[in-house]
């Protein structure tokens, strides 16, 4: 459901960029980060469990485009918008209204004379006329662009999800962090009313990284050590992501689809690998050539560009994921971000280190030398309540309250 949404909100920032943002490769992202914004267009999602509002002033459509492209399926074989940059297949926007809704109504102002359609799907589809036509009728030029899809008479099945109390808070996050690099750069994302605020994959500086391209496509590869949460890693944040013209298409990937457990790529992903993040930029001028699927939801694995890239990203993933496997300990799956630091380096949100000439190698510290060793012996329970209350916090666990008596006698006996 929250994909339908997705789908319009590709098309508004397509429509976005075309004016706003040319990008030659990863670089034009991370740049996008640094600078300023320009002026930014906004996008606004309404929603009650009976009815869908998307509206845009992202440029509009001719009323000439809706009845010549807009409405048609399938991109065909003809050359595509020059400059579309997430507009690829020609469905997204039939997928979307069609799966929301049974009454569809779309207007647009534009400066070369906008459109407004009526659609009742019910009474269209009983017309099998082909090839199938759309009832659009033309609006005066306008001064400003602008688009609004409302969808009325929605199915039960979108109706139950609208009206799920998660369904707000999970749209709100997938938006986060579909379009991080866009939100306040080229793009205000509303829904229901609230401001959308990027969530960015966050990578430190200590990275390998390596660029190239695969005939029309630029790709660059991170892969290196998270940000900790409160000194922890966790594994929700771990893993690969993914990005075609800077719309993200995986997230935080643990699995074969991203070389994970496959022979001759990586291990299989770990709890002492929660560390792991990596980052996989795709770009090109034909976004036909980027390795997503028609849904933009996930990696073509069949893609060529894909194949090529899954060895590389392997290459650089293991320089990360052998000093992991270095650094586990047999005392617990959990890793310390104290004994990170050293490998972090300062931490920042998405440090692109990528150049054009020769690849970044990640710099594994030394280990450490290991000068600890393990206590272990059995004592009885209830001493050992008695005891725990004689500190003065009785619920502290049986290793906190090893430490507490070890340090006691070291700090009162031996110092
Ligand atoms: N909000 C909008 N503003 C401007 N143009 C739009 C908007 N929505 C759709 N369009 C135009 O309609 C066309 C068709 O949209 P649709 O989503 O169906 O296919 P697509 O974006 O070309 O491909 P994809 O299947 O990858 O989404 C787009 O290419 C774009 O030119
Ligand atoms: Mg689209």
Redesign the pocket.
């Known amino acids: 459901m929250a994909d339908a949404f997705l789908?319009?909100i590709?098309?508004?920032i397509?429509?976005a960029l075309k004016s706003s943002f040319a990008s030659e490769n990863a670089l034009s992202y991370t740049a996008l980060l640094e600078s300023p914004p320009t002026k930014r267009f906004k996008v606004q999602l309404t929603f009650t469990p009976t009815k869908v509002i998307v509206e845009?002033d992202?440029?509009?459509?001719t009323a000439k485009?809706a009845q010549e492209?807009?409405f048609v399926f399938g991109?065909g074989d003809q050359e595509?918008?020059q400059d579309?940059q997430?507009?690829?297949?020609?469905?997204?926007?039939?997928?979307?209204m069609f799966k929301l809704g049974k009454y569809i109504e779309m207007t647009?102002d534009h400066k070369d004379g906008g459109f407004k359609l009526d659609l009742n799907v019910p009474d269209w589809a009983k017309n099998k006329e082909q090839p199938w036509k759309f009832d659009i009728n033309e609006r005066p030029k306008a001064q400003a662009?602008f688009?609004k899809?409302e969808v009325t008479d929605l199915y039960k099945a979108v109706n139950a999800r609208l009206s799920d109390a998660q369904f707000e808070s999970q749209l709100k996050d997938r938006i986060a962090r579909a379009y991080s690099f866009f939100i306040s750069k080229i793009i205000d994302i509303y829904v229901n009313g609230q401001q959308i605020v990027a969530e960015q994959v966050a990578i430190s500086d200590n990275q390998a990284s390596e660029n190239f391209s695969v005939d029309d496509v630029d790709v660059a590869i991170l892969a290196g050590l998270g940000v900790p949460k409160d000194k922890r890693y966790l594994s929700e944040t771990a893993g690969w992501n993914v990005y075609c013209n800077g719309r993200s298409v995986i997230s935080y990937d643990k699995t074969g689809l991203t070389g994970w457990g496959v022979d001759g790529l990586l291990p299989s992903f770990q709890p002492k690998h929660r560390p792991f993040v990596g980052i996989v930029f795709f770009t090109s001028k034909h976004?036909e050539s980027l390795p997503w699927t028609?849904t933009?939801l996930g990696v073509n694995p069949d893609n060529i560009v894909w194949q090529r890239t899954l060895k590389r990203m392997a290459d650089a993933g293991k320089q990360v994921t052998r000093f992991l496997d270095a650094r586990y300990s047999e005392d617990g799956t959990s890793i310390s971000s104290d004994e990170l630091q050293d490998a972090i380096g300062t931490a920042k949100t998405v440090t692109l280190k990528v150049t054009s000439s020769s690849p970044l190698l990640f710099r594994a510290p030394p280990k450490p030398p290991n000068n600890t060793t393990t206590i272990q012996y059995k004592v009885d329970k209830k001493e050992l309540a008695e005891a725990k209350s004689a500190t003065g916090q009785g619920s502290i666990s049986n290793s906190e309250f090893g430490r507490y008596t070890y340090d006691y006698f070291v700090d009162n006996e031996v110092k």
């Open positions: 789908d319009l590709d098309n508004s397509n429509a845009d992202c440029g509009g459509i485009d492209e807009v991109a595509g918008h579309d997430l507009s690829v297949y020609g469905i997204g926007l039939k997928r979307a647009s662009g688009t899809l976004p028609t933009k």
